[in-house]
């Protein structure tokens, strides 16, 4: 995908085509920013922008051979290292890219190293790429994306140019979802609004039957009433899933992304504040509920903890892990 139609994060892309243009983009780059905000895309284009057989003031024309087989992923000269099912890039995964590095581009002007939530690099794997972040082989670039930066190594950090990004507004996230996902625009504005300016949250919400989903949320929040640990380690499990498949990390963040809605929509209610501030207003009766089990200290405390969680989450960290610590702590 070119850059000029990616939604959002303009101040960001526009620097990055006039680097194109004048062939001064920096050998290592990291992406870093938010879950679910673009990142990837934006590599991806970086790596069309490099490698376009027509390109068109430092962007990708978004046709030719070249980007059609970067779209699809079948450029040679495009390398992905993204982690496994274990949730980490291993060592050999990186030596065998970096081997393949030793030549010149097969079929491209530049080889592209694309490496998704850089954070989950072993460390032996992120010491591995310090020689070649520092000294990149002739036409190679690397360019690494994160929600977590500050987990990589700081001698990792400190060879890459960082790129911040930052939340979505409800209006991009809107046009994605009706242009790429063919979402009506009254159901994208709907879940944008419980997004927290993240497009993935957006699509988990929007691919998950929103009820449940809210119900979960519920749930979860009320482990807050939960007279003891054992009580609140059921709901864990119930918010999660009991039964085979669990909620996935993705589904998880998309639910304390609702939890959160939630907690705002309490807050409001405590302050007095006119309801149709209320982003769940629909949910009247759940809200009087909540605000009747979390005082105005608590409900900070459920937000603050839902935060870390979504840290957590961000970091690689185990859906159900992190669900039994939301309600151990709430």
Known sequence: MPFRDIVGHRHLTSLLTRAVARGTVPPTLLLAGPAGVGKWRVARAIAEALNCL???????????????????????????????????????????????????????????????????????????????????????????????????????????????????????????????????????????????????????????????????????????????????????????????????RQDMQALLHMASSLVRDVSVLHAGADRRLLANGDMADTLDRLARALSPAAARQAFATLDRGLGALERNAGAKLVTEWICAEI
């Not at 591995?128 to 990149?136: Q, V």
């Not at 911040?164 to 159901?187: K, Q, W």
């Not at 944008?192 to 300016?197: I, K, P, T």
């Open 54 to 248: 027509a390109p068109v003031e430092g962007d990708a024309c978004g046709t030719c051979r070249a980007c059609d087989r970067i779209g699809r992923d079948m450029h040679v000269d495009v390398l992905p290292l993204v982690a496994d099912d274990t949730g980490k890039i291993k060592v050999d995964e990186v030596r065998d890219v970096l081997d393949r590095c030793d030549y010149r581009p097969f079929e491209g002007q530049r080889r592209v190293v694309l490496i998704r939530d850089a954070d989950a690099l072993v460390e032996q794997a992120q010491n591995a790429l310090l020689k070649s972040l520092e000294e990149p082989p002739p036409a190679t670039v690397f360019v690494m994306t994160s929600a977590a930066p500050d987990a990589l190594l700081r001698t990792v950090r400190s060879r890459t140019m960082r790129l911040t990004f930052g939340r979505l507004p409800v209006d991009d996230i809107v046009r994605i979802l009706v242009r790429d996902h063919a979402m009506a625009e009254a159901d994208a504005r709907r879940v944008a609004m419980l997004a927290d300016g993240s497009l993935g949250a957006a699509l988990a919400l929007g691919s998950t039957a929103l009820a449940d989903m809210r119900d979960a949320a519920t749930l979860l929040l009320r482990a807050a009433s939960a007279a003891d640990l054992a009580g609140r380690l059921a709901i864990a499990r119930s918010v999660v899933g009991e039964k085979k498949p669990e909620r996935t």
